[in-house]
């Protein structure tokens, strides 16, 4: 309901409006599952715009996104999400292992509250930004991949409260900086993450660079490569497999059913192992799904370091065929391939990794576009996606 209201409250605020949309979202991943449903965009005058919309499927959610332009270089935004009903296929295997039977579906709901500012620089090659989040994960259960209930009896799953701080920079040396059609642009940036109970606070850096190479009028090679380290600051009160059981709880012994007390054991183990390594070594941006490599699950891969690098081939087809063939739209072939390593080591990031071939179509109009993606890859996984945000 507070919610509701502050968003009620910014949309009568603002002076008349110059432009309006209706968006449809919808979208399907490994790991999540389908969501579909609106979003309505207002442009008013003087530099402010709105965002609502809501979603429902395999997760319910609502959002809202308010920005200020104060000029063509400088923009803040103040956003919020709720959402809930949610179901997450996770695992807590560390690094790239491929074992993949202790997969549990992990239900939860939660909010997300964000300030954040960006500011062009130098003709537009130059961006900074800054954000401040504030989130909370409640937790409810835990199913296993039959969707059969695993008690946790008595056990303290610890509610995530977050708070993150990031700063970014990325450099844009493009033909264009806003519209690229060819260049180079590097990136990075420094996030510190703080507030939650049972973990140990980390600052994660995320940095990497993406190459936009045109061959022809209409197909061009896109290269991008990424890199994610944790800086762990270790919680001394659960930085031991002994302090972290304590703390969780779970009373797996009580449980009478062997089969049930079983289930319960193997997840707690689970558990705890990840957390261990979680507050002594950090977590990094996880690897895996729409982000690459893009024939595993969404955050499939999880360590202390990861990297990405991808290769896309762009044909465009309304090029090509004289279809969809103006400025503000363009209807793509997509052919890519992902290479992923994740270890808890950095010195041995890149002994191993997972790999993913696969194809692609995308329809954009202006800033929106539908994406459909299948892929293959490494230990016989396949995946497919789907993303849809045009306007009406």
Request: proline fraction near 2%.
């Amino acid at each position: 309901m507070k919610l509701i209201l502050i968003t009620m409250t910014l949309f009568t605020a603002l002076p008349k409006s110059t432009q309006a949309g209706v968006f449809p979202l919808a979208a399907s991943y490994d790991g999540i599952g389908g969501v579909y449903g609106v979003a309505y965009s207002q442009k008013f005058s003087e530099g402010h715009s709105l965002l609502v919309g809501g979603a429902g499927g395999d997760l319910t959610a609502f959002g809202a996104l308010y920005t200020k332009m104060f000029n063509k270089n400088f923009e803040v935004s103040l956003g919020a999400l709720v959402f809930d009903n949610v179901q997450l296929t996770t695992t807590y295997e560390r690094g790239l292992t491929d074992d993949e039977n202790d997969r549990y579906l992990l239900n939860f709901k939660g909010n997300a509250y964000a300030l954040g500012s960006k500011l062009w620089l130098l003709s537009d090659y130059l961006v900074l930004g800054f954000s401040a989040t504030q989130s909370k994960i409640e937790f409810d259960s835990y199913q296993d991949s039959s969707q059969d209930e695993i008690s946790l009896t008595g056990a303290n799953l610890f509610d995530i409260d977050t708070t993150e701080l990031k700063l970014s920079i990325e450099g844009r040396f493009y033909d264009n900086p806003r519209v690229p059609t060819m260049g180079i642009g590097v990136l990075g940036s420094i996030s510190d993450i703080s507030g939650r109970t049972g973990q140990s606070d980390q600052k994660v850096l995320n940095y990497g660079a993406n190459i936009i190479a045109p061959l022809s009028s209409f197909f061009s090679l896109r290269l991008k490569a990424q890199y994610s380290d944790a800086i762990v600051r270790v919680n001394t009160s659960y930085d031991t497999d002994t302090e972290i059981r304590t703390a969780l709880g779970a009373n797996c012994s009580s449980i009478v059913d062997a089969s049930e007390r079983a289930s319960c054991e193997r997840l707690e183990n689970n558990l705890v192992d990840y957390i261990l390594l979680n507050n002594t070594r950090g977590t990094a941006t996880p690897i895996g799904g729409s982000g690459g490599p893009r024939s595993f699950r969404q955050l499939r891969f999880k360590a202390a370091h990861t990297a990405l690098y991808s290769i896309e081939g762009h044909t465009s087809l309304s090029k090509l065929f004289n279809f969809l063939n103006n400025k503000n739209s363009n209807f793509l072939f997509v052919i890519f391939h992902d290479t992923g390593y994740a270890n808890d080591d950095k010195s041995r990031l890149f002994e191993n990794f997972k790999v993913s071939n696969g194809v692609g179509l995308r329809i954009t109009k202006g800033s929106n576009a539908i994406n459909l993606q299948a892929a293959r890859g490494s230990d016989e996984s396949s995946s497919w996606s789907l993303s849809l945000g045009s306007a009406i």
